[in-house]
């Protein structure tokens, strides 16, 4: 699943080699945090959120067939 976001995030984003995705979690419930360039927030977010929350719908989407709860945290430096 990790492989799969960092496609789509580099797809998106000006900076793709800044892109940095770390994964943590328990078996059941997966956080993925993301990091871009400063310049690159906008553009990740898209317009009225719309491109966070189709990425989001996706991992929604993923973890009811997989039996699991995914989360996408972006962070700031």
């Known amino acids: ?3 799969a976001i960092e496609k789509v995030i580099k797809a998106l984003v000006g900076s793709p ?3 940095e995705v770390y994964e943590q979690g328990d078996g059941k ?3 993925f945090r993301v990091r871009v360039s400063p310049d690159d927030y906008g553009r990740l977010i898209g317009r009225e959120g719309r491109n966070i929350k189709a990425i989001r719908s996706l991992l929604f989407v993923s973890g009811q067939k997989h039996g699991r709860r995914y ?3 972006l962070e700031e430096d």
């Open 17 to 19: 080699d800044l892109v």
């Open 29 to 31: 419930n997966i956080r």
């Open 1 to 3: 699943m990790k492989q």
């Open 71 to 73: 989360h996408l945290d």
